[in-house]
């Protein structure tokens, strides 16, 4: 008896092979997302970590007030915790390529054992290309070359100190030839930093012999710790076992020591916020993705039993078991879900993980990525397909399995004739012909198929309009950032013992060909803030001039666009922080002083801002809350020619100035953030794309059970002389009016699901954009009603091949 079930149900899975093909699919394509979504971010941290391990990346990094001698080294290395130490130093130096002036970053290789197994060869570089330099005046320089120029191995690079100080002082030999082309853990971005000479801004680094530089004492000490490498560097776990060492290591020093971590690496901290992003939007997204096929699963299962209550009365009839029967439907969504599932997880771990990081190759040098077998992602999304795909078929089955047998074996009895709504409206009935009130009838008459259709294609049309809305929100971010609230162009840093008089000078002697059309004085601070809720990390900027200040930044409200002013009795916080600490205007927050001192201040205005948090203050407040005399150490500036050549020049001729510690541009950010964006961009595509192929599933899988469980009727309809193309257009046009609402609500369900996710998915310090673009609500609906004409066309050949004696089947 259980082997003729079996069969019974291995016949049924070939006759409507269809069906078991699109739960398969729908499946796969829940399974796939979810799990290979979710495995992203914890594949791009298991892959940094090894390469971090691989490659000897520091644990810390020690910098000193004085430089570190052989006494120093010492005492460090009687640190009883310490696996690895490399005293060593780098540099900042000017070369000129193809008439190209930039700026490199020189750092030291130790003298001798280059060896892989040796564990004071801390941030090894991985050879590219070429080999190690194993004689004076050899380097190797990063992957990439310099973006200014290109740079071969055999390409000579000639150096300057780009001060008044004579190279020789620092190294020995003032040209290196290139014998190498590395990458190293220390470097993961593009971006290499800021720099005091030059440009301002660090093109590449090289490395070189220690031999080749002259040597006082080491401006710092690279240190591994024991056991480090056994955790996970983006883990809380491995922040918590380096926290002792990093504590004790402060006190060594006769002079003042800074110890600084992984997260004073700008790639380090670049990297996990990236993971974090990707992990922050595969929160939501999966999640409803799956819900949805899970949705269109159910129902399918559901519409498949109802189908075959004649074959479940007669399997009763003939004395098998309720669990028998069910058996055989139970058995029929298993091997659908179990296989949708078992391909789900192979595709999913494998093909989401490698593009996705494939798409951030272009800001990280990276290796391979490495692939984890994640069983808790894999275990949740096979359970949950197989439970929600054999209880859907369970429970219709225990439903149908009620009646007796006599009533089983004859088609349910037709619902009682009612009328709708649109009949009770004469004016609007009256003029429909009989096709239209057909549809009008079927629409509105048969409710649960109704809400089904209606609801699955919803979800569908609500995912590709998050996934484009997402689109909006990211790139909003730049758009908004750099073309809206920041109004100035360049930051500049002076040194404590600059007042405001000689700041001025040094802008007005640097700009006297009219660079520079407007500047203001601003002090900055960095501080936490915290309210009854939260705490968080901030940086107060004030300004000398208040009334002047939104010529630099536009201070105004996100939703209604009126000008915040900075007012003498309170602070303007951004808007990402108030939301974080949950305050509104005219609640009260904590500025925490050092010495745990806190000092309450009122919200006087909430300001539009997307990148970083900030507070906002006149220097009278200021000058109340930390009894200090104010200090403006920065200047912002507005630039009549905004190219990479004139900002290049400005930057260069203001750091010759001494009194200069730092010039930046918005430029730099904006590009920076572009290219962030553009890597996300690819994850979100991804999600387009996937969210494409669910439609277009959950269209067919919806469109072919509506078929099949009306085939009676579209074979009586043939019967009554109906053509193809009018069977056709009696089908479709309660499909597309099916689709039409399906669509519209999808649209609505779409701008909730979108705020949702960005809600979730913003990171501490940055607020993406809220309002979805016009153009993707119409890609959005075009998609989805271009999926449904598709479904239409295929089905259009399974209408025409129905036979009109399936009609005289009915024992009525």
Same mark, same amino acid.
């Given at each position: 008896m259980k082997n003729a079930l079996l069969k019974d149900t291995f016949r049924e899975i070939k006759k409507s092979f269809g069906r078991?093909?699109?739960?398969?699919?729908?499946?796969?394509?829940?399974v796939a997302f979810f799990a290979g979504i979710k495995a992203a971010a914890p594949d791009m941290r298991i892959t940094a970590d090894k390469y971090y391990d691989d490659y000897n990346f520091m644990d810390l990094r020690?910098?000193?007030?004085?430089?570190?001698?052989?006494?120093?080294?010492?005492?460090?290395?009687?640190?009883?915790?310490?696996?690895?130490?490399f005293p060593t130093s780098s540099m900042d130096v000017l070369t000129t390529i193809n008439n190209n002036e930039l700026v490199l970053k020189i750092h030291a290789l130790p003298k001798n054992n280059l060896s892989n197994d040796n564990k004071d060869y801390i941030n090894r570089p991985k050879i590219v290309e070429g080999r190690l330099p194993e004689n004076p005046g050899e380097c190797v320089i990063g992957k990439g070359d310099i973006r200014e120029a290109d740079v071969k191995i055999g390409s000579k690079l000639k150096i300057t100190s780009g001060t008044n100080d004579d190279i020789s002082k620092s190294f020995k030999i003032d040209e290196f030839q290139v014998v190498g082309i590395v990458e190293t853990p220390y470097y993961l971005t593009f971006e290499k930093g800021t720099s005091n000479i030059g440009n301002g801004r660090v093109s590449n680094f090289i490395m070189v012999s220690e031999k080749d530089m002259e040597i006082?004492?080491?401006?710092e000490v690279l240190i591994t710790i024991k056991d480090a490498k056994k955790l996970n560097s983006f883990n809380k776990k491995y922040e918590d076992f380096i926290l002792p060492s990093k504590n004790s290591l402060e006190d060594i020093g006769e002079s003042k020591w800074y110890v600084l971590d992984r997260n004073s690496n700008y790639s380090f901290v670049d990297y996990d916020g990236s993971a974090d992003r990707v992990s922050a939007i595969a929160q939501v997204f999966p999640l409803f993705f799956f819900l949805v096929a899970a949705l269109v699963c159910l129902t399918t299962m559901t519409r498949m039993v109802d189908e075959q209550r004649i074959n479940i009365g007669t399997l009763k009839a003939l004395g098998y078991s309720k669990l028998a029967i069910a058996s055989k439907y139970i058995l029929y969504a298993a091997f659908a879900s179990i296989g949708g599932s078992i391909a789900g997880i192979a595709i999913g771990f494998t093909v989401f993980p490698i593009v996705i990081v494939d798409a951030y190759s272009m800001l990280y040098t990276l290796p391979p990525?490495?692939?984890?077998?994640?069983?808790?992602?894999?275990?949740?999304?096979?359970l949950s397909a197989v439970l929600i795909t054999t209880l859907a078929a369970f429970l219709a089955c225990n439903k149908e399995l009620i009646e007796m047998p006599s009533l089983l074996m004859r088609p349910k009895a037709p619902k009682e004739g009612k009328r709708i709504l649109l009949e009770r409206i004469p004016f609007i009935w009256n003029r429909f012909n009989f096709s239209k009130k057909v549809t009008a009838r079927n629409i509105f008459r048969y409710k649960k198929r109704f809400f089904m259709t209606v609801i699955g294609i919803a979800g569908c049309t609500a995912l590709l309009l998050a996934g484009f809305g997402i689109k909006d929100s990211i790139e909003a971010i730049v758009e908004k950032q750099f073309g809206e609230v920041y109004k100035y162009n360049m930051t500049i840093g002076f040194d404590s013992n600059t007042d405001m008089q000689n700041q001025e000078e040094i802008i007005k002697e640097v700009s006297k060909n009219g660079e520079i059309t407007d500047y203001t004085s601003i002090k900055t601070k960095n501080v936490d803030v915290s309210s009854d809720e939260a705490t968080e990390a901030v940086t107060i900027i004030v300004p000398k001039y208040k009334n002047e200040f939104n010529n630099f930044i536009d201070l105004k409200s996100r939703k209604n666009k009126e000008e915040v002013e900075i007012q003498e009795d309170g602070i303007i916080l951004t808007e990402k922080a108030a939301k974080q600490l949950k305050v509104r205007i005219g609640d009260t927050i904590?500025?925490?002083?050092?010495?745990?001192?806190?000092?309450?201040?009122?919200?006087?205005?909430?300001?539009?801002?997307?990148? =970083?948090?900030?507070?906002? =203050?006149?220097?009278?407040?200021?000058?109340?809350?930390f009894k200090e005399e104010i200090k403006f150490n920065k200047m912002f500036a507005i630039l009549a020619d905004k190219s990479k050549e004139s900002e290049d020049k400005l930057s260069k001729d203001i750091l010759k100035e001494s009194k200069v510690t730092s010039v930046s541009f918005n430029s730099l950010s904006e590009n920076s953030f572009k290219e962030t964006i553009s890597s996300l961009n690819y994850v979100v595509l991804i999600m387009i794309i996937s969210a494409g192929a669910l439609a277009f599933v959950v269209l067919y899988n919806l469109t072919n059970v509506n078929i099949s469980e009306r085939i009676r009727e579209i074979a009586t309809i043939k019967v009554l002389g109906f053509y193809d193309n009018e069977v056709s257009a009696y089908v479709y046009r309660e499909n597309f009016v099916l689709t039409f609402i399906g669509t519209l609500t999808g649209l609505g369900l779409g701008v909730l699901l979108h705020k949702f996710i960005m809600i979730t998915a913003e990171p501490d310090n940055m607020m993406f954009g809220r309002n979805i673009d016009f153009m993707s609500f119409l890609y959005a609906s075009i998609l989805t009603l271009a999926f449904a004409s598709i479904v239409n066309f295929v089905m259009y050949f399974k209408l025409k091949k129905t036979p009109m004696v399936e009609s005289l089947k009915s024992v009525d």
């Open positions: 078991f093909v699109s739960i398969f699919a729908i499946v796969t394509l829940g020690l910098l000193s007030t004085l430089g570190f001698n052989e006494n120093d080294i010492d005492k460090i290395k009687k640190y009883g915790n310490i696996e690895g130490i006082d004492c080491y401006k990525v490495i692939l984890k077998f994640d069983v808790l992602y894999a275990s949740i999304a096979t904590y500025i925490d002083k050092e010495e745990n001192e806190k000092v309450p201040v009122k919200i006087r205005g909430i300001s539009e801002q997307y990148v =970083m948090n900030y507070v906002y =203050m006149t220097d009278n407040l200021y000058e109340k809350i």
